[in-house]
């Protein structure tokens, strides 16, 4: 398993992480190495084996469609890097 | 003071040997003593602990309290912690001041517990030498040359050293009972859902598990009767009664069947470590075990898999850090994409790229099958050879890790050989099981752990198995000399 430069940019691109020119190299390096050790999975035979969902095969809970939690804008809003008016501000997305 | 145990520091309490105030003073002592060498704690909260320790001491003075009342603790930085720097080892929480508390934080507030502060860690706990924390790597104490492991390493070199009496882990693919080994402490993972995840910061969240770190098994139930219970805040914690996990410490093993996995004792385990756990497996014999030997055929594909299922999981969930809502946030950003990739990319280190980009490409269109789906679908045999082994034994046991700690920079350049270094752990998580590690001798003067599976919910099993090991051997206390 190998991956190109092109390949590197495109799953940084996918995981909206910014990478640089000088670093995709050992990025291509690394992630090689490690699909290279996953590739090991694809020896076993999984015809007709279920995916395991839950280490103890419950389902998942389910509880009533209530409020539960109570508004805490402000105090949930003290740590973010720009608020206005109780929103989140973000560069502007519509010309 | 400081080689006493949780049970003895609350009898000291309780016979007003020294208030809660002055163990507190004494611990944050030595962590300005000691810890500068270290680097075990991110954040130390002295006057937070000074002001528990006063509510614990009218408490006490008043009768009331539990097995924790006025006891401090550290916390791993994993757990949000209402009004404290909750980093998790990372730049990108570097200014996140948690809004809420974790349910393990409440639990311990609740029983009274003293926060010493929050403790180092590999980078959103994706290591194994706590190499990748943003804050710095932290000491092993038996060699300062040598890794604490990871990623709870904070937490188990601030208990090895004895500046803390006890602290918190977690573990995805052995972040508790690999440093617990490598540092010479008590460590238990517990079964998937024993323990609330709320609040704790997700890495992959089908295997994380919270536990305690601590210097013997006793310290252990101690701590898990705390931390263990349904949690109506986590989907996936089970509505199970939590036992006294003391209860059963005493029991006699005879009659104890042991399963030792043969492909935990091949290749690549080092034979000075395969020394110390047969001798750990004798005294287990002269205690009235018997032993089998069983197989775990698909033990060779638990690391791959696991660096399908974690990454993609952590892929998922560390897309909430986008650099809008919390956390870090790059300088001007041009545009909303912008904002995404540099705030991300600036804010995580490689080692969490590396996983996210991994994640990222086993989830992108097409590949969901061959990675994501065959993955879980190896996970199930994997769970499935437990499931046999533990029709004909009651526990597993084995060496934790294949080597002592290794020092710095090591395996510092291939991402691959520091994985390999969670062998014995990782299937552990993928079939949600509960694990112990505990001191089992020393190997070129570095600890070494021995690992005991149990079966799901048998946690008072693996303590009652460690407590009595630790009744006939006295690897469990000793500790590295300078700290004694």
């Known amino acids: 398993m190998s991956l190109e430069k092109a390949d590197v940019e495109k799953i940084a691109h996918l995981a909206r992480l910014q990478i640089t020119e000088p670093e995709i190299p050992e990025y291509a390096r690394n992630l090689s190495s490690i699909l290279s050790l996953v590739e090991q999975m694809s020896s076993v035979d999984t015809t007709g084996i279920t995916p395991m969902a839950h280490p103890l095969e419950v389902a998942q809970r389910l509880r009533a469609d209530v409020v539960t939690e109570g508004n805490q804008r402000e105090k949930f809003q003290a740590i973010a890097p720009a608020t206005e008016n109780g929103l989140f501000l973000v560069p502007k997305v519509i010309e | 003071?400081?080689?006493?145990?949780?049970?003895?520091?609350?009898?000291?309490?309780?016979?007003?040997?020294?208030?809660?105030?002055?163990?507190?003073?004494?611990?944050?002592?030595?962590?300005?003593?000691?810890?500068?060498?270290?680097?075990?704690?991110?954040?130390?909260?002295?006057?937070?602990?000074?002001?528990?320790?006063?509510?614990?001491?009218?408490?006490?003075?008043?009768?009331?309290?539990?097995?924790?009342?006025?006891?401090?603790?550290?916390?791993?930085?994993?757990?949000?912690?209402?009004?404290?720097?909750?980093?998790?080892?990372?730049?990108?929480?570097?200014?996140?001041?948690?809004?809420?508390?974790?349910?393990?934080?409440?639990?311990?507030?609740?029983?009274?517990?003293?926060?010493?502060?929050?403790?180092?860690?590999?980078?959103?706990?994706?290591?194994?030498?706590?190499?990748?924390?943003?804050?710095?790597?932290?000491?092993?104490?038996?060699?300062?040359?040598?890794?604490?492991?990871?990623?709870?390493?904070?937490?188990?070199?601030?208990?090895?050293?004895?500046?803390?009496?006890?602290?918190?882990?977690?573990?995805?693919?052995?972040?508790?009972?690999?440093?617990?080994?490598?540092?010479?402490?008590?460590?238990?993972?517990?079964?998937?859902?024993?323990?609330?995840?709320?609040?704790?910061?997700?890495?992959?969240?089908?295997?994380?598990?919270?536990?305690?770190?601590?210097?013997?098994?006793?310290?252990?139930?101690?701590?898990?009767?705390?931390?263990?219970?349904?949690?109506?805040?986590?989907?996936?914690?089970?509505?199970?009664?939590?036992?006294?996990?003391?209860?059963?410490?005493?029991?006699?093993?005879?009659?104890?069947?042991?399963?030792?996995?043969?492909?935990?004792?091949?290749?690549?385990?080092?034979?000075?470590?395969?020394?110390?756990?047969?001798?750990?497996?004798?005294e287990y014999q002269k205690l009235g075990a018997t032993i089998k030997e069983i197989s775990l055929p698909n033990t060779h594909l638990a690391v791959p898999t696991y660096y399908v299922i974690a990454p993609a999981e952590c892929s998922s969930n560390l897309s909430r850090m986008d650099g809008v809502r919390f956390?870090?946030?790059?300088?001007?950003?041009?545009?909303?994409?912008?904002?995404?990739?540099?705030?991300?990319?600036?804010?995580?280190?490689?080692?969490?790229?590396?996983r996210i980009m991994v994640g990222a490409y086993a989830l992108s269109a097409g590949y969901y099958d061959a990675y994501y789906l065959k993955a879980q679908q190896i996970r199930q045999l994997i769970s499935d050879d437990f499931k046999k082994a533990f029709a004909e034994v009651d526990v597993i046991m084995g060496p934790t890790t294949p080597e002592p700690a290794f020092n710095f920079g090591e395996k510092g350049n291939d991402p691959v050989s520091m994985y390999l270094s969670d062998i014995y752990t990782i299937a552990v998580n993928l079939a949600g099981l509960p694990g112990m590690s505990v001191p089992a001798g020393m190997v070129n003067g570095r600890p070494a752990g021995l690992q005991i599976i149990g079966n799901y919910f048998d946690e008072a099993r693996l303590l009652n198995v460690a407590h009595q090991y630790q009744q006939v051997t006295d690897w469990h206390q000793q500790g590295p000399e300078k700290y004694l």
């Open chain 2, 1 to 282: 003071m400081h080689n006493k145990t949780l049970s003895e520091l609350a009898q000291g309490l309780r016979e007003k040997a020294f208030s809660s105030a002055e163990l507190t003073q004494y611990y944050l002592d030595r962590i300005q003593q000691h810890d500068g060498n270290l680097n075990s704690f991110i954040t130390v909260t002295p006057e937070r602990a000074l002001a528990q320790a006063k509510a614990a001491d009218a408490l006490l003075a008043a009768g009331k309290g539990e097995a924790l009342t006025g006891i401090p603790l550290a916390q791993k930085d994993i757990f949000c912690t209402d009004g404290v720097r909750t980093s998790c080892g990372s730049k990108m929480l570097d200014n996140f001041i948690a809004p809420y508390n974790a349910t393990v934080i409440e639990k311990f507030n609740r029983a009274g517990s003293v926060m010493l502060g929050k403790t180092n860690m590999d980078e959103f706990a994706m290591g194994s030498s706590n190499e990748t924390s943003f804050y710095g790597t932290v000491k092993n104490p038996w060699d300062l040359q040598a890794v604490p492991g990871g990623s709870s390493g904070g937490s188990a070199a601030c208990v090895a050293a004895r500046i803390a009496p006890a602290s918190t882990g977690t573990d995805t693919g052995g972040s508790i009972r690999q440093p617990a080994a490598l540092c010479g402490i008590t460590g238990l993972k517990p079964t998937y859902g024993r323990i609330s995840r709320y609040g704790m910061i997700a890495f992959a969240s089908s295997l994380d598990q919270a536990g305690p770190m601590t210097r013997n098994a006793e310290d252990a139930a101690i701590m898990l009767n705390t931390m263990a219970g349904f949690d109506a805040r986590d989907s996936t914690c089970l509505d199970k009664p939590v036992p006294d996990y003391t209860a059963d410490l005493d029991n006699r093993l005879q009659g104890l069947k042991i399963g030792l996995p043969k492909e935990y004792f091949a290749e690549g385990l080092d034979g000075a470590m395969a020394s110390a756990i047969d001798a750990a497996i004798k």
């Open chain 2, 327 to 354: 956390g870090y946030r790059c300088e001007n950003p041009v545009d909303l994409e912008d904002l995404y990739k540099r705030s991300r990319g600036e804010g995580f280190g490689e080692e969490v790229k590396r």
